[in-house]
């Protein structure tokens, strides 16, 4: 669940954000620090200390395992510690996954990047997903951030032509 007085309509706000971001695959197109910064910014409710750790596909899979009994890769997982102050989690970014997906979803890598770490960023500050009328306020308010990051929705996808067709299904990510 969303923390109190969560909504929307967000606070114009800074919050204080401190980053650590771990590159533990080298590829090409991977977020850089500053786009990072960016994207956590945006999706801040209130002050914060995160880490971006982005992944490979194994690392994905033992994470996954080991706190969500999955035994695959998935696209984003988020670790929260609430009782820290200021909040404190670190988000683990499967970069072959990422990648894949936004391929099949004919996105563009950085705006795919964006959307899953706004996501991430989302549920270390309360967020889910589990309940409809949860995961609808979840939506609305990544829709909002990532649009004013100036990306399109996250949640339209294209079809072959490139066309726009309808709200993108696949929840196939982790906690996250």
């Not at 990072?36 to 801040?44: E, G, P, S």
């Amino acid at each position: 669940m969303a923390r109190a007085g969560a909504r929307v309509a967000r606070s114009k706000r800074r919050y204080q954000l401190e980053l650590t971001v771990q590159y533990a695959v080298e590829n090409s197109g991977l977020p850089t620090r500053r786009q990072l910064r960016t994207w956590v910014k945006a999706a801040l409710q209130c002050d914060s200390d995160v880490t971006v750790r982005l992944v490979g596909t194994e690392e994905s899979r033992a994470l996954n395992r080991q706190h969500r009994g999955r035994n695959r890769a998935t696209n984003v997982l988020t670790f929260t510690y609430p009782e820290t102050d200021p909040l404190s989690g670190d988000i683990a970014l499967c970069v072959p996954v990422v990648g894949r997906e936004a391929r099949q979803q004919h996105k563009a890598l950085q705006a795919h990047y964006a959307h899953l770490v706004v996501h991430g960023v989302l549920h270390m500050q309360g967020y889910d997903h589990e309940k409809t009328a949860d995961a609808r306020l979840m939506e609305a308010v990544e829709t909002e951030i990532v649009t004013s990051l100036g990306y399109a929705d996250p949640y339209k996808s294209k079809d072959e032509g490139g066309r726009m067709k309808g709200k993108n299904t696949d929840k196939s990510g982790g906690q996250g």
